[in-house]
C-alpha cells in the first residue's frame, strides 16, 4: 500500500500583526527533501506533496520575524537524519535539532548528531503514525541519550497520556510532550485528558509545546480560538517550561490548513504579558536546545 499523501503548507502566509522579540524561537517546525537529495524513507506512513527544504523554512521565519527555530525530524525520513542536519548546519547556530534515532547506531553516530546541533530525541506514540515504540528501545536510547545531556521529545495522543504514567516515571531526563498532548478543545478545561496533561506538568521534567492549535482544535477551522484555552492552561500551569511552535508544514492536517501569520498571532492571544511572551518564545527554548553540554 502507497504513503497517503500530506497536502502542502499556505503557500504565502499572512503577516502577522504580532512581532516576536529578538531572538524568539520556532521551537517545532519540519523539513522535508528535496527527495532527489534526501530521499524519503521507506516505508512511511505519509509522503509529503511538494518538498518542504531548508531555504522555504528560513524565508518563512524571516517573514514572521522568528531568529531561531529547532528542527523536529519527522518520519518521512525516517532515522535519516540528514536532511535535517543540512539545514542546522546552513543556519549559522540559529537552528537546533530534534533527532529520531535508529536502535543500531554507534556511540559515533550519536555524538556526530550531537556535533551537528541535535539536542534531543524524539519518540512517537500516536497510533495512526505507527504507535508506541519498543519498550527495551526506548529505555536503552533514552539512557544513551543522557550521556549527552539531550532531553527526549514524546509525541502522545490525548487519551494515552494517562496510560503511560510509568514510563514517564521513569524517565531520567527532562522531556517535551509535542502538539499541547492532542487534547480536543471541545472537552473543555475540566476533560481528563488535560487533567493528566497538567499533572505531569507538576513534575519539573515535564515541558510543553504549544503547537499543533489545528489538532487541538475541534472546529479544525482557522484560526484555531478555541485551542486557546487549552493553550492558556497549560502556561499557567508552569510557564517556565512551555515552549511555541508553528509545526510548518503542517503534515496530516485534516481540515483548515494553518496560516502560519495567523498562529504568530493566536499565540500573542493565548499569552498577552510581554514578559511572558519573552520567556516562552527566547528564554525556555534557549535553556533546552541552546545549553552546553553538562
Avoid at 123 to 132: P, S, T, W, Y
Wanted: glycine share 8%; aromatic share 6%; charged share 25%.
Amino acid at each position: 500500500m502507497s504513503a497517503k499523501v500530506a497536502r502542502p503548507p499556505v503557500a504565502a502566509p499572512s503577516t502577522p500583526a504580532y512581532r516576536p522579540p529578538p531572538g524568539a524561537c520556532d521551537a517545532h517546525c519540519h523539513v522535508f527533501g528535496p527527495p532527489e537529495r534526501f530521499p524519503y524513507a521507506e516505508p512511511r506512513p505519509y509522503t509529503p506533496s511538494e518538498p518542504a527544504p531548508k531555504e522555504r523554512l528560513a524565508r518563512l521565519h524571516a517573514h514572521l520575524g522568528l531568529e531561531r527555530a529547532v528542527i523536529v525530524q519527522a518520519t518521512p525520513h525516517g532515522t535519516d537524519n540528514t536532511a535535517m542536519l543540512d539545514a542546522i548546519a546552513a543556519s549559522g547556530g540559529a537552528y537546533r535539532g530534534v533527532a529520531l534515532v535508529a536502535p543500531d547506531i554507534t556511540d559515533a553516530g550519536l555524538e556526530a548528531l550531537h556535533a551537528g546541533g541535535v539536542r534531543a530525541a524524539r519518540f512517537n506514540f500516536v497510533k495512526h503514525l505507527g504507535g508506541a515504540p519498543d519498550p527495551a528501545y526506548f529505555d536503552r536510547t533514552v539512557q544513551r541519550v543522557r550521556t549527552l545531556g539531550w532531553h527526549v521529545e514524546l509525541h502522545f495522543d490525548a487519551l494515552d497520556l494517562g496510560t503511560y504514567a510509568d514510563l514517564l516515571a521513569r524517565i531520567p531526563v527532562p522531556y517535551v510532550v509535542d502538539h499541547m498532548g492532542r487534547v480536543k478543545s471541545e472537552g473543555g478545561r475540566d476533560q481528563p485528558a488535560l487533567a493528566n496533561l497538567l499533572a505531569l506538568l507538576r513534575d519539573g521534567r515535564c515541558h510543553v509545546k504549544l503547537s499543533g492549535a489545528e489538532r487541538v482544535s475541534s472546529s479544525g477551522r482557522r484560526p484555531f480560538d478555541d485551542a486557546v484555552p487549552i493553550a492558556r492552561a497549560i502556561v499557567e500551569a508552569a510557564p517556565d517550561r512551555v515552549i511555541w511552535g508553528t509545526d510548518w508544514p503542517h503534515p496530516n492536517v485534516p481540515n483548515d490548513m494553518p496560516d502560519d501569520g495567523e498562529l504568530v498571532d493566536l499565540f500573542a492571544r493565548i499569552v498577552d504579558d510581554a514578559a511572558l511572551r519573552q520567556r516562552i518564545l527566547v528564554d525556555n527554548p534557549t535553556r533546552l536546545y541552546w545549553k552546553e553540554r553538562a
